[in-house]
């Protein structure tokens, strides 16, 4: 069955630093990998995705992920982490008969 | 444009009472989602309706059922609450059938007492 495994519940990065959240997955075939991310009170907004091709992909808002499939992983990195980044991020593989299988989430908090 | 619209907002129910929760898509998606959302679960999907006229079981889907009224609308019945539905509640549509691209709703916060 598919899974995605989120290792890092809570995050606390200071305000400029880099950022690398963690995602592995488990899927038989080539994964569609994604990330979302969630602001207090609000619904999901899809921050990047991952279909074919190259193994690096740029998304919104300054994030990329890399796509390793050796490792079965796909983080989500920035370069420098703004106050506004402090959300809860969540990772997905689309698992066949377009549904998708979310991680548990990381919660990111922002010191100034 | 309003993308994925849901109501209501916020409900607060009692044990025993049923309510329907909707959801409504103007970006002319084929497949349709209902997710809850709980503490340190992520989202799991309850069920889901990959075309107008078809809906299908997802991974947690005792205690609710859904109808697809039309290619817009998909919404969630809760016959008789409980506490343990407590949650939030996230519908979503598909861009790609291919692809699976989801887009989501901004997310009903329902209170069972």
């Known amino acids: 069955a598919q899974s995605v495994t989120q290792p890092d519940i809570h995050i606390t990065v200071s305000e400029g630093a880099s950022l690398e959240l963690r995602c592995n997955y488990s899927?038989?075939?080539?994964?569609?990998l994604f990330w979302y991310v969630q602001s207090p009170g609000q619904g999901l907004q899809l921050l990047l995705k991952y279909f074919s091709g190259d193994t690096l992909v740029q998304g919104i808002k300054g994030f990329e992920a890399e796509f390793k499939r050796s490792q079965s992983s796909f983080n989500l990195r920035k370069p420098s982490v703004h106050w506004s980044d402090a959300a809860e991020y969540f990772c997905?593989?689309?698992?066949?008969?377009?549904?998708?299988?979310f991680g548990q989430g990381t919660r990111l908090t922002i010191n100034p | 444009n309003a993308g994925v619209t849901q109501t209501p907002k916020f409900q607060v129910l009692k044990t025993g009472q049923s309510m329907t929760l909707q959801c409504a898509q103007d970006?002319?998606?084929?497949?349709m989602y209902w997710y809850r959302q709980d503490p340190g679960m992520g989202l799991r999907l309850i069920y889901y309706?990959?075309?107008?006229?078809?809906?299908d079981k997802g991974e947690v889907p005792n205690g609710y059922n859904v109808s697809r009224l039309n290619k817009r609308e998909f919404s969630l019945r809760l016959e008789s609450a409980a506490p343990s539905q407590t949650s939030v509640y996230f519908c979503?549509?598909?861009?790609?059938?291919?692809?699976?691209?989801?887009?989501f709703g901004p997310g009903t916060r329902l209170t069972v007492l």
């Open positions: 970006m002319n998606h084929n497949s």
């Open positions: 309706s990959a075309s107008e006229g078809t809906t």
């Open positions: 899927y038989g075939a080539t994964p569609y």
């Open positions: 997905a593989v689309g698992a066949g008969a377009q549904k998708l299988v």
């Open positions: 979503a549509s598909n861009l790609s059938l291919k692809i699976n691209e989801q887009f």
